[in-house]
């Protein structure tokens, strides 16, 4: 059945949809932004639904929340008795520590602190080439391999030392939970989360089985069949195999032609990694993508796998460039490098073209990113062919330093 009084209205969804990409700060129009507005419909119903039921059962929202999401002290039990060990893995220290250059300072200042504490110790030390900090909630499962023993040992002692090849540490341990008992998963900060956890997944269960059993329909623009369903975690070949026929004919051909469902198609056969056994399927919806004017760089990135001109070439490794020039600009040039000799390279090959337009446009962004790199020779070079090819071309402002 469809409900009555639970429909949202296309405000609401692109309200909460400009609060999400206020933190995202860019979306893709065909690959991320339809997801996004997807989960935020997705969210929006269930919440309707929920207030349907809470006003069907003369409760307040809350009231209805905490009858169908209460998580008892014996559930909690029974919870750990059966994740026990995997819940131990998460054991955690809250601690100090100084380090200092070489054993010797570690040692007289250990033997300062078990006279005084370890405080009233960092108060006393004249030499200024140490260095301490205090950390809370680290984990065994995130301790390096050569700390795990000292902080989480069978020491005696709350004062430990250990050398490494960085340093003397000498640790101060506050706070050492194993989570080896129920009592001591409850004193840890884990049990809240856990419980919250086991709550959310609770009233969750139900009310999908309320949807389930009571026949219960979402209904929503036909775009966002494809995505509402990759919201839901339905596998993805699942999804496939009932929206297939909808998009592509016998033939392979594309039959769809709103730009979401083609686009929803096309990231399903990549998650059900069916890319191959599809080839032909996928070949076609993206070229249909680029044709109907969406030239993203994710289309773009899609595309060239499929379309190995010059012309497609060219597009993806000017807006490569251009992502690349931000992060060089970011000085995040680390993690983009293997792109960036990529892109270098291809442009290189393009600026060997037949086609003047093509041979000039990447000769112009050759010149762009050796400049941006600091390699002003290379810069110079290319801007000086570029600028033999079309002698109109005009440095951009920014740019104008030394030419």
């Known amino acids: ?212 059993n009571e026949n219960i329909r979402f209904v929503a623009p036909q775009e966002y069949d494809i995505w509402l369903a990759r919201v839901k975690n339905i596998p993805a070949e699942t999804i496939v195999e009932k929206y297939f026929n909808t998009v592509f004919d016998k033939d392979g051909n594309v039959i769809e032609n709103n730009p979401w469902t083609i686009s929803g198609m096309l990231m399903l056969i990549e998650d059900a990694k069916l890319t191959e056994k599809y080839s032909k399927e996928y070949g076609n919806a993206i070229k249909k993508l680029y044709d109907m004017g969406y030239k993203s760089f994710l289309v773009l990135e899609r595309l060239r796998n499929y379309d190995d001109s010059e012309s497609i070439l060219l597009e993806y490794n000017v807006q490569l460039s251009e992502i690349l020039l931000y992060h060089i600009e970011q000085n995040d040039v680390m993690s983009v490098l293997q792109h960036i000799h990529s892109n270098l390279s291809e442009l290189e090959t393009l600026s060997n073209s037949q086609n003047p337009e093509i041979r000039q446009k990447a000769l112009e962004y050759l010149y762009k990113m050796n400049k941006a790199l600091g390699d002003e020779e290379s810069a110079n070079k290319y801007l000086d062919q570029l600028r033999k090819e079309n002698p109109d071309y005009k440095v951009p402002e920014s740019e104008k330093e030394d030419n």
Do not use: C, W
């Open 1 to 212: 059945m469809i409900l009555k009084g639970t429909e949202i209205d296309e405000d609401a969804v692109s309200s909460e949809y400009k609060s999400h990409l206020d933190n995202y700060g860019y979306l893709d129009y065909l690959f991320e932004e339809p997801y996004v507005r997807a989960f935020v419909i997705d969210q929006l119903l269930k919440e309707k639904l929920e207030e349907y039921l809470s006003k069907s059962e003369n409760l307040s929202l809350e009231a209805f929340r905490e009858k169908y999401s209460d998580v008892s002290e014996a559930e909690m039990q029974s919870y750990y008795e059966e994740n026990r060990e995997n819940i131990m893995k998460e054991a955690y220290v809250d601690f100090d520590y100084a380090v200092f250059e070489t054993e010797d300072q570690a040692k007289k200042f250990l033997e300062k602190a078990n006279e005084v504490g370890f405080q009233k110790a960092l108060e006393t030390i004249q030499d200024t080439s140490f260095a301490s900090d205090t950390y809370n909630g680290v984990k065994k499962s995130e301790t390096g391999e050569a700390f795990i023993d000292i902080l989480f040992g069978p020491y005696t002692s709350k004062l430990r030392l250990l050398t490494t090849e960085n340093g003397s540490f000498v640790f101060f341990i506050k706070n050492s939970n194993d989570l080896s008992t129920f009592e001591k998963f409850k004193e840890s900060p884990m049990y809240a989360s856990t419980r919250q956890n086991i709550s959310n997944e609770k009233f969750n269960k139900y009310i999908d089985e309320r949807i389930k």
